[in-house]
């Protein structure tokens, strides 16, 4: 399985970014797809999951600000995120599993891969 998150870059506050996750190997329509953020210095938290239902999941620092989306048919998992803050700064990094958002947001499960990470720089 291979996970390709895309779409970072520099970005004012108060800007738009749009996540893009590719997956391979495996058919993302029976997965949960996990967004994560790694900021400096810090340790990877949990920022939106939607379920292999739909079902979506938000971290409170995003609630209101992020959108999680999600093209089975093209095996593609995305995070729209609007009124960026500099404290959304750090590596974006995307997950698929076979397991509950609840339990991947807080890393209660933690993923078996996570792929490579886009770096999304928020300036003030």
């Known amino acids: 399985v291979q996970l390709q998150a895309s779409g970072g870059g520099l970005v004012q506050a108060g800007g738009s970014l749009r996540l893009s996750c590719e997956v391979s190997?495996?058919?993302?329509?029976?997965?949960?797809i996990a967004w994560y953020h790694q900021a400096p210095g810090k340790e990877r938290e949990g920022v939106s999951c939607i379920s292999a239902a739909g079902t979506t999941e938000y971290a409170d620092s995003v609630k209101g600000r992020f959108a999680i989306s999600r093209d089975n048919a093209k095996n593609m998992g995305y995070l729209q995120m609007n009124s960026l803050k500099p404290t959304d700064t750090g590596v974006y990094s995307c997950?698929?599993?076979?397991?509950?958002?609840?339990?991947?947001?807080?890393?209660?499960?933690?993923?078996?891969?996570w792929g490579r990470g886009t770096l999304v720089t928020v300036s003030s």
């Open positions: 190997g495996l058919s993302l329509r029976h997965y949960a």
């Open positions: 997950a698929a599993e076979l397991a509950r958002c609840d339990h991947l947001l807080t890393l209660y499960i933690r993923p078996g891969n």
